[in-house]
């Protein structure tokens, strides 16, 4: 079964940043588009950024300029450097394929102000 396994969120202040990582199992990862989204509270789910396996990039428009995705796919892992980190950031964020069909449990990211 694939598996996604998510750390490196936490309690973060206005302005700080932090980095997220995944680790992949059981996938072949280097084939694999890949994707970091995020769930507020009483929102839906949105693609924050994604990696092709060629590793082209895009980020969603509240985060360009802020938030950086990476990948290793020697590690078949996938990174989200995020920077200047807003309270309208606190999500729980998840890493997954970019075609949705499997995604990690989360990492909850909270921004206070």
């Known amino acids: 079964q694939v598996q996604f396994v998510e750390s490196g969120g936490g309690l973060v202040q206005f302005g700080g940043s932090l980095r997220l990582s995944c680790v992949a199992s059981?996938?072949?990862?280097?084939?694999?588009?890949m994707g970091w989204y995020r769930q507020a509270p009483e929102k839906q789910r949105e693609l924050v950024a994604g990696i092709t396996r060629g590793g082209s990039t895009n980020y969603a428009d509240s985060v360009k300029g802020r938030f950086t995705i990476s990948r290793d796919n020697a590690k078949k892992s996938v990174y989200l450097q995020m920077n200047s980190l807003k309270p309208e950031d606190t999500a729980v964020y998840y890493c997954?394929?970019?075609?949705?069909?499997?995604r990690g449990q989360g990492t909850q990211v909270t921004v206070s102000s």
């Open positions: 059981r996938i072949v990862f280097s084939l694999i588009d």
């Open positions: 997954g394929t970019l075609n949705e069909a499997y």
